[in-house]
């Protein structure tokens, strides 16, 4: 499904000038994990010159960001967005980082995502929003209020 490589970055590891790297899903789990220290693993691919595809999709059709926002990684979101995402990918079902963030009801990172660009209103495979998986009104209107105080800024910018 995609043409990325995925490679264990480690001290020993020597990057490979002509694939690039898929960054290592299995790390943005970890991170989650309470006493999982992933700081240095994750600051050597910040550092790194190789070039590590964010944008790829994984084997079940996700890409990393989603990944990231599905699990609540706000480390990793951030990270990721760094070295490039696009946040308003869609995976084979039409799903973005932003689709997972609200279903599991990860607001920081929902509220990051829109800092970024991210759409509350972009529809799913299924015709579903973002936005459709929040059931408490005030929580909406907090979402709405940050969306469209976002929207303003950048259309002003």
Same mark, same amino acid.
């Not at 995502?113 to 529809?123: E, F, P, R, T």
């Given at each position: 499904?995609?043409?990325?490589?995925?490679?264990?970055?480690?001290e020993?590891?020597?990057?490979?000038k002509?694939?690039?790297?898929?960054f290592p899903?299995d790390?943005?789990?970890?991170? +989650?994990?309470?006493?999982?220290?992933t700081? @240095?693993?994750?600051?050597? $691919? =910040?550092?790194?010159?190789?070039?590590?595809?964010?944008?790829?999709f994984?084997?079940?059709?996700h890409t990393v960001?989603?990944?990231?926002a599905?699990?609540g990684?706000?480390?990793?979101c951030?990270?990721l967005v760094e070295?490039?995402?696009?946040v308003g990918k869609?995976?084979?079902?039409?799903? +973005?980082a932003m689709?997972y963030?609200m279903? @599991?009801g990860?607001l920081? $990172? =929902?509220k990051y995502?829109?800092?970024?660009?991210?759409?509350?209103?972009?529809?799913n495979n299924d015709?579903?929003s973002?936005?459709?998986?929040?059931?408490?009104?005030?929580?909406k209107?907090?979402l709405?209020a940050?969306?469209?105080?976002?929207?303003k800024r950048?259309?002003e910018?």
């Open positions: 499904m995609s043409n990325c490589v995925e490679t264990d970055l480690n020993n590891y020597e990057p490979s002509s694939i690039p790297t898929r899903e790390l943005i789990i970890r991170e +989650t994990v309470p006493g999982q220290d700081t @240095k693993e994750l600051e050597m $691919i =910040v550092r790194s010159e190789e070039k590590v595809d964010v944008n790829c994984n084997e079940y059709g960001l989603s990944t990231a599905f699990v990684s706000m480390k990793c951030k990270i070295l490039g995402a696009e869609r995976d084979e079902d039409g799903w +973005t689709h963030a279903a @599991k990860y920081d $990172i =929902v995502l829109i800092m970024c660009g991210g759409d509350i209103y972009v529809k015709g579903d973002p936005l459709e998986f929040v059931e408490d009104d005030e929580i209107d907090v709405l940050s969306y469209e105080k976002h929207s950048k259309t910018a």
